[in-house]
C-alpha cells in the first residue's frame, strides 16, 4: 500500500505541470477568439453607422434669413462673394502701397517687368541717334527722357519722352520717333545762353526768352553780358540788341542795371554809372557815344553821368576831381579880390 500510494502521488506531480498548460492555452485561445470576434464586430458596426450616415445625412433647419440677405441671395450674381472679397484684398493691398509710400517702387517693378518680357520679345532699345545736342550729352538726354538700358521699344511712350525733354530748360523742342524693332531716334532744339543775370544774390546763366538755363557754375560763360535786377532776365534780349547798336559803349559795359523794372543804369568798367532815362533809350545812348567820340566823356575824372532829365545832362565828378575844383574857384575868387584892391 505504501509503495503503492507513493507510486500514485509520485505519478500525480509528475502530470500536473502538463494539465495546467493544456487549461492554460486552452484559455488563451478563448480570450483571442472572444478579441478576435469583438473586434470584427466594432468594425461592421462603425462601417455600417457610416453607410447609413452618408444615405442619411441630418437635416439642419435654418432661421429664414433677413429680406435683405435674401434679395441679395436671390438676385446677385453667382461668386459674387468671392470677387467682392478678392476686390476687398486688392484695394486694401493698394492702399498699404500708398499710405506706406510704396507706389512708386510698386510702378517702377511693373514697369520692369513688362519692358523685360517686351525685351525677351525682340523690341529692345539697340540703338539710340540724338541729332541737334550742343551743351547736353546724350547720357543727359536720355536721363531726362527716361530713357534707361531697361527700357522696351514697345512700352516706351514717345509723347510722354518729348514732354519730359521740353521740361529741361535746355531744350526749346523735341521729337521723338520709334523705328521698330529697336531704333530710337530723337532730334531736339536746344536754347542758347544769352547773358549772366543776377537777381537777389544768385547768378544764373539764361536764355534769350528770359527762361533759366542753369547756375552760373562754368567759367565757359564768363564772357556772357551782365545783366541785374529783377525783371531783367525777360528784357535783356530787347535791351541789349539796342546796346549793340553802340559799340563804342557795349565794348566797355560791364554790366546792364535794370532798375525799379522800369529802366536801365549802365555800370562801365571803369566804374562810372550811366544813368538812363525810361524814354527814348536809343537817343540817350547816341548822345553817349557822340560825347565820348568827340569831348572823351569815359576818360574824364567822374562817376556818374545823370541822362534821366530830357533837357540836360547832369556829371556827378569824383570826390579828387570836386576837390580840384573847389581849390580852383577859391583861387579865382582870391585873384578877382586882388585885382579889385
Known sequence: MDRAGSLTRSLFRSLRPQADLKAAAIGAGVLLREWVQE??????????????SKKAKPVIEREPPPRLVALVERYAPRRVGITMTVLLLLGSGGFGIVKGGHLQDFITAVSDTRNAMANSAGFRITSVVINGRKQLSQDEILAIGGVSGRSSLLFLDADVVREKLKANPWIADATVLKLYPGRLMIDITERQAFALWQEAGRLSVIADDGAVLEPYVSRRFLTLPLVVGKGADTQARDFLALLARYPQIS?????????????WNLRLKDGLDIRLPEQDVGNALAMLSKLDKEDRLFSKDIVAVDMRLPDRLVVQLSDDAAKAREDLFKDKKKKKAGDAA
Open 39 to 52: 473586434k470584427f464586430a466594432n468594425q461592421r458596426a462603425a462601417a455600417e453607422t457610416k453607410i447609413i
Open 251 to 263: 565794348s566797355v559795359t560791364k554790366a546792364a542795371i535794370y532798375v525799379g523794372e522800369r529802366r
